[in-house]
């Protein structure tokens, strides 16, 4: 754990808050997964050892400073990529009640960092300073994302997210506080970062879960309609105006959501409830309708409940000796009832 802090050479700001919040997702990954101390470092050393190697494959050539190398050749998403975004969105209303709401544009080739950095490197410093200034709030940010590559652009992030509604200040921050703190020269060039943020005031439902699906659309719009699945896809989806490639693959991972619905995220929601997916339901509407908001809305119930239950329990049995027993016993009958429970719950009405 201490190889996070090993002193560097130069020192700077940017590091130094780079390394803390390496060590606060180290930490909080052991939170919520309880895993041995051994086993969560050999778990972050091999993923660094990853990352390193990915961004050594495509790390920019000394005659091209400012370029990630790319071919520029037409490229897509999987099938099987755009059902796990798809699934992720869905996961997101079902689990927190929000809507995505903004999207966020980085076009990497418009600036140069100091310390070169492939983009999904880049990208991931971004998410998470991002998620530690979401954290703690009952409204936290959501994102999901696609590593692209534009013949005109160069390499690019597709980012959809759900950002609340007390982060109006993401566009400022993202280019004053944090590329200001990584990149070459004074000033970043406006078309670096584009952040478009659909909030209206107070809009209707419907209005909301249409920006939600045309900004999920935009991000799974990816796929090969040449291809006959990926093009019954699209059609399953709606994706009648979004139907455009990515470029050729530029990172290790190319797709990716944040940790709050990712799938680690939905094991544990599936404690309470299993998450459903409309790719299961065999109803077209499922992809369109909404019935992710009314789930929301029992799931939250159910929730509220087991929560209810397990400060009864710790009020009752508050410095007893019992109460780890208590507690285990009522997680074991908890997950016992869950066949009650899916009985009564709305599904894809």
């Given at each position: ?44 050393a091999a993923k660094r ?11 920019p050539t000394r005659s ?6 790319a071919h520029a050749e ?276």
């Amino acid at each position: 754990m201490l190889e996070i802090w090993r002193p560097e050479l130069i020192e700077t700001r940017a590091s130094l808050l780079l390394r803390a919040s390496q060590f606060e997702e180290l930490l909080s990954a052991g939170v919520s997964e309880g895993a041995a101390p051994e086993t969560l470092v050999r778990g972050w050393a091999a993923k660094r050892r990853r990352s390193a190697d990915a961004a050594a494959r495509i790390a920019p050539t000394r005659s091209e400073p400012q370029r990630v190398v790319a071919h520029a050749e037409a490229g897509f998403l999987g099938v099987e990529d755009v059902v796990k975004l798809w699934n992720a969105a869905s996961f997101m209303v079902q689990n927190y009640g929000v809507l995505l709401n903004s999207r966020i544009v980085i076009r990497h080739d418009d600036f140069a960092l100091k310390n070169e950095k492939a983009p999904a490197a880049f990208i991931t410093d971004l998410f998470r300073e991002l998620r530690i200034r979401s954290s703690g709030a009952e409204d936290q940010a959501h994102w999901l994302y696609v590593h692209g590559y534009s013949q005109v652009d160069g390499p690019i992030t597709d980012i959809v997210a759900h950002l609340p509604d007390y982060r109006t200040d993401v566009d400022s921050w993202i280019r004053d506080k944090f590329l200001a703190r990584r990149v070459i020269g004074r000033e970043v060039a406006r078309s670096a970062v584009e952040v478009s943020r659909f909030v209206r005031e107070n809009p209707s439902r419907n209005q909301a879960w249409k920006r939600h699906l045309t900004l999920i659309r935009l991000l799974c719009g990816s796929l090969d309609k040449s291809d006959p699945e990926g093009a019954r896809l699209l059609g399953l989806l709606g994706n009648r105006r979004f139907s455009h490639s990515i470029g050729s693959k530029v990172t290790a991972q190319q797709r990716g959501v944040s940790r709050g619905i990712d799938v680690g995220a939905r094991r544990l929601a599936a404690s309470d409830l299993s998450v459903l997916s409309a790719f299961k339901s065999g109803k077209l509407g499922a992809f369109h309708s909404g019935w992710e908001l009314e789930e929301y809305q029992y799931r939250r119930k159910i929730k509220s409940l087991r929560i209810a239950l397990e400060e009864e329990l710790r009020r009752e049995y508050k410095g007893s000796w019992s109460l780890d027993a208590r507690l285990a016993t009522f997680k074991r009958s908890w997950q016992e009832a869950a066949p009650a429970r899916e009985r009564d719950r709305p599904r894809f009405s």
